[in-house]
């Protein structure tokens, strides 16, 4: 079975920065993708950003593209999201998953998923 593990969340102010790390315990086919969504209070989980173990091209919402990035080491096994100039908007619960095509957005595209770490920015 697929763990994903992420970490990282906590509460800052709007224009901080903040990284989340998500470490997978392989990095096979199943993993090929890794993915970064989010969920806010009454919203339905959103796609965030993606990449790749393999090519390395990152995919980005609109919502967070220029603001967000994700990273990977595979060495590691883990992908990282940096977030710069956090709006309050960005508060929700982040989750990191695993799939087989990071060009995919949908959540249902996603295999294994990891508990979810909060991000609250205040105003």
């Known amino acids: 079975q697929v763990q994903v593990v992420e970490s990282g969340g906590g509460l800052v102010q709007a224009g901080d920065s903040l990284r989340l790390s998500c470490t997978a315990s392989?990095?096979?086919?199943?993993?090929?993708?890794m993915g970064w969504f989010r969920q806010a209070p009454g919203k339905e989980r959103e796609f965030v950003a993606a990449?790749?173990?393999?090519?390395?091209?990152?995919y980005y919402a609109d919502s967070v593209n220029g603001r967000f990035t994700i990273s990977k080491d595979n060495a590691k096994i883990t992908v990282y999201l940096q977030m710069n100039s956090l709006k309050p908007e960005d508060t929700a619960v982040y989750y990191c998953?695993?799939?087989?095509?990071?060009?995919?957005?949908?959540?249902?595209?996603?295999?294994?998923w990891g508990q979810g770490t909060q991000v609250t920015v205040s105003s």
């Open positions: 998953a695993a799939g087989r095509n990071p060009t995919k957005k949908a959540v249902n595209e996603y295999d294994y």
């Open positions: 392989e990095r096979t086919f199943r993993t090929y993708a």
């Open positions: 990449t790749s173990w393999t090519t390395g091209r990152t």
